[in-house]
């Protein structure tokens, strides 16, 4: 996960931490509204992460039960070290703690962390097995995902997002097994456009072996193609070109 450990890389800093944290909530709600249009939503499952900029062991995130379609900066939730709302009127999801504190805990690196029940990417999750380097935009994720082979239903406990943030380690992305994806990034911007690209890859990848035996690129191609396609900077244009989007279509995310 090169482009995570290279400083000259990181995303502007806003002139306050009250500018920088209604920022952060503003990517997120956005980031919601974009996973609906694209189905992410499934029910009461799913969620991202945005670390606090001045309390870097809290973290916001959608509450219980609202659809992703309905999401404002207003619903956010922040929610504390022991998993309570710290600020916001709605109830919690507790796996969504279990699963992001570990990560946050475990990655000081990572500011935003995405997971949902995708389609594409449940479907993937069902192999058991890591992406090949089949499409150059599938790149993005060469050697930078791992597969987590465990599965124990809803993760409700403390340890089983421990696993999850260990086998993770310093890659950009996971594949839970049984589960769907989850992928982090240092903003909002970069783990919701990773989780968009990782869902498309295994979109890709399912329809490719489905139609017969795709070539694997070598690995100069494939090292190339993540240097390219895995660059943070493309990750948060990409983002913001959407979210344009979101803003013209329903500025009420805003409120």
Known sequence: MDDLLDLGDLPAVADSVAEERLARKR??????RLFARYGFDEGVAGHITVRDPEFPHRFWVN??????SRIKVS??????????????????NKAAFWIHSSVHEARPDVVAVAHAHSVHGRAFAALGKTLDP??????????????FDEYR??????????RIARRLGHQRAAILRHHGLLTVGRSV???????????????MQLLADAAGTPRIMTDEE???????????????????IMADVVLADQPDVLE
Request: charged fraction near 20%; include cysteine.
């Open 75 to 92: 619903d956010l939730l922040l929610i504390d070290e022991h998993g309570h709302v710290a600020e916001g009127g709605r109830r919690t």
């Open 63 to 68: 509450p219980y039960a609202v659809h992703f």
């Open 27 to 32: 990517d997120l709600a956005i980031a919601f």
């Open 153 to 162: 239903g809803l993760v409700l406990e403390q340890a089983e997002g421990e």
């Open 222 to 240: 494939a090292t190339l193609a993540h240097r390219q396609f895995g660059n943070a900077t493309m990750a948060r244009q990409s983002f913001r």
């Open 189 to 203: 911007a970069e783990a919701a456009w990773w989780f968009i690209a990782m869902d498309r890859a295994c979109q």
């Open 134 to 147: 089949i499409i150059q935009e599938s790149c993005a994720f060469y050697q930078d995902h791992v597969l």
